[in-house]
């Protein structure tokens, strides 16, 4: 596992700790600072540059591609038909879809513009590196709550019927990282730390019943083992959250500036017919182009958001396939904005996710730059 390099955090809004939290910050001071990001642009350039003729072959760019891919979170090229469609499009950023060679200042116009990306991504949803090491963990087990939540627990999994590891399996993995838990959908931490942890009670008959005292008693000891086995091997977990709530969109469609520019951009992404108008079934594709302004997810992304979305455009009957003229289509895309607001402001969405970081987080990178 990653070693670590970031502080524990009290996700659940204590004083302790104080994780790593990542959220651009590093990233648009670089790309602020003129003369230092000149000098990172170069050196990347030189290092990227294998046949010194001061331009960058497609071949020459891949590494760069990989390691933005990686910044983003994708799996490695070859692995996924829909990373590798993003792989491509970054390719297609620094190339334009027809050069064979890019310069070093399109290198650095290009870079600009993705970091500024990620950066502003960081600063709307910041992540939190958390490192688990099981002190979270016997701090609830030894806490207050803990008989309370866990006789909780007990009622959803229908007890007493099965045997006594099926539950405490079932009841281990209900536990989340508030309460120290890595998550348990990562087939690492399941057979590092939850399966050797349960060794404990493999011996337990199937036949025995399952009382709540017997139960709770034998939870404390495996989660304690959990704590251990965390102790000597600690996980580190990226943690975000994000609650959707229809305010990136009412500053967007506060600032007509903003907005103009957005939709212009948009429009771009949206081909038009012979007679130079556009299909409202493209009016989804203009709303991914838009959501980075409007503080959205692309469709498809989150479902919760997917069906706010669906019902907006429902509601306005945007599915149609009839053919508009821009400045239609325009004011269809802000009336959808407008609506998903309205239906944000009513009923907010929150979401939270986990993933454990398997690489080190100061891994060597020919690209994007070191976070501190």
């Given amino acids: 596992m990653?070693?670590?390099?970031?502080?524990?955090?009290?996700v659940r809004g204590g004083e302790g700790g104080g994780g790593q939290v990542l959220d651009g910050s590093d990233i648009m001071e670089l790309v602020g600072n003129e003369e230092v990001f000149s000098s990172f642009v170069d050196h990347k350039f030189q290092e990227l540059d294998r046949d010194c003729d001061g331009k960058l072959s497609v071949k020459e760019l891949q590494p760069a591609v990989a390691d933005i891919g990686a910044a983003l979170g994708l799996p490695a090229?070859?692995?996924?038909?829909?990373?590798?469609?993003?792989?491509?499009?970054?390719?297609?950023?620094?190339?334009?879809?027809?050069?064979?060679?890019?310069?070093?200042?399109?290198?650095?116009?290009?870079?600009?513009?993705?970091?500024?990306?990620?950066?502003a991504g960081l600063k709307r949803d910041p992540i939190v590196i958390l490192r688990i090491d099981?002190?979270?963990?016997?701090?609830?087990?030894?806490?207050?709550?803990?008989?309370?939540?866990?006789?909780?627990?007990?009622?959803?999994?229908?007890?007493?019927?099965?045997?006594?590891?099926d539950y405490v399996t079932k009841a281990l993995l209900q536990l989340?990282?508030?309460?120290?838990?890595?998550?348990?959908?990562?087939?690492?931490?399941?057979?590092?730390?939850?399966?050797?942890?349960l060794q404990s009670i493999a011996g337990c008959s199937d036949e025995q019943s399952v009382s709540q005292e017997i139960f709770l008693s034998e939870f404390k000891k495996v989660a304690e083992n959990v704590a251990q086995h965390l102790a000597e091997q600690p996980v580190i977990v990226a943690h975000s959250e994000n609650t959707f709530d229809g305010s990136a969109i009412k500053r967007l469609l506060s600032n007509k500036f903003e907005l103009d520019k957005a939709l212009e951009a948009a429009?771009?992404?949206?081909?038009?017919?012979?007679?130079?108008?556009?299909?409202?079934?493209?009016?989804?594709?203009?709303?991914?182009?838009?959501?980075?302004?409007?503080?959205?997810?692309?469709?498809?992304?989150?479902?919760?958001?997917?069906?706010?979305?669906?019902?907006v455009f429902n509601m306005m009957n945007a599915d149609d396939g009839k053919a508009v003229k821009e400045d239609e289509f325009k004011k269809l895309l802000t009336e959808i904005l407008g609506g998903i607001m309205l239906q944000l402001e009513g009923s907010p969405i929150s979401v939270s996710s986990?993933?454990?970081v398997h690489e080190p987080l100061t891994s060597p990178s020919t690209l994007m730059p070191p976070s501190s």
């Fill in 134 to 165: 099981g002190e979270d963990l016997r701090e609830f087990i030894n806490g207050p709550n803990f008989e309370a939540e866990m006789v909780s627990i007990c009622t959803l999994l229908d007890l007493p019927e099965g045997s006594l590891q």
């Fill in 176 to 197: 989340t990282v508030e309460q120290g838990m890595p998550p348990t959908t990562d087939s690492w931490v399941m057979s590092n730390i939850v399966e050797p942890a």
């Fill in 354 to 356: 986990n993933s454990v």
């Fill in 77 to 119: 090229q070859g692995t996924s038909a829909d990373s590798d469609h993003i792989y491509s499009e970054v390719l297609n950023e620094f190339t334009h879809g027809r050069q064979e060679q890019v310069s070093k200042t399109e290198f650095k116009e290009v870079l600009s513009d993705i970091l500024l990306g990620m950066a």
């Fill in 267 to 311: 429009l771009k992404t949206v081909p038009k017919d012979r007679n130079g108008k556009l299909l409202k079934e493209y009016l989804r594709t203009a709303l991914d182009a838009v959501g980075p302004s409007a503080g959205l997810p692309p469709y498809g992304a989150l479902e919760e958001v997917d069906k706010v979305v669906t019902y």
């Fill in 2 to 10: 990653a070693s670590g390099a970031a502080k524990r955090k009290d």
